[in-house]
């Protein structure tokens, strides 16, 4: 089916353009959600009636946008949830769990604005692209972690892979070392073992 699109779609197209697509995804998504019109011609005309009007739209909407994207550009969101020791999570991430963390920190954005090309299954730090508009984007860093005290371990760029208490407890050890190695001590010629008797 061919349609004209009321604004700019990702992957598909710009506002104005005829393009052709399946029957099911016009039907079911870009006509039922008026982001096209079927390209008759008398939806031609009424296209061309309403351009001026779309496009002021289309730029006041693209401004709010810019100014939401801007609240959230470089926002750093933590999830904490349970993880084995390997870091491996019990469960995952989705986009869902990302608009509920944002909304949280004050920032509410729909589940279709959130690209996550899949569910986040491991613990750490990763970016998230955040469309607020067709053609206004930004991105947000999502750190996943088993604790807030892990959160900023990660922030921070330390290794996660060995537990904070393992290595409290091997720098006790070491400094417990350093305590009975004296770098100056004298070593004695040690005295020639005794040789076996044989019989």
């Known amino acids: 089916m061919e349609v004209i699109l009321l604004e700019r779609v990702a992957k598909l197209g710009q506002m104005g353009e005829v393009v052709r697509v399946k029957d099911g995804f016009a039907r079911n998504f870009l006509l039922k959600r008026g ?29 709010e946008a810019a100014v939401v994207a801007e609240k959230i550009d470089g926002r750093d969101i933590v999830i904490i949830r349970q993880a084995s020791e390997s870091g491996q999570l019990f469960g995952s991430v989705t986009v869902r769990d990302i608009v509920v963390a944002l909304a949280a920190d004050g920032v509410t954005v729909a589940r279709p604005q959130v690209w996550l090309d899949s569910p986040i299954k491991t613990i750490g730090q990763q970016k998230v692209t955040i469309a607020v508009h067709p053609e206004v984007e930004t991105s947000v860093t999502v750190t996943v972690a088993r604790s807030a005290e892990e959160a900023d371990r990660i922030k921070r760029g330390e290794d996660i892979s060995t537990r904070q208490e393992d290595q409290d407890a091997a720098a006790e050890a070491i400094a417990a070392a350093g305590e009975f190695f004296d770098p100056e001590a004298q070593h004695d010629e040690a005295e020639p073992a005794p040789a076996a008797e044989e019989k």
């Open 35 to 63: 982001k096209a019109l079927r390209a008759t011609d008398a939806n031609r005309a009424k296209y061309d009636g309403m351009k001026a009007e779309l496009e002021a739209n289309n730029i006041k909407a693209k401004g």
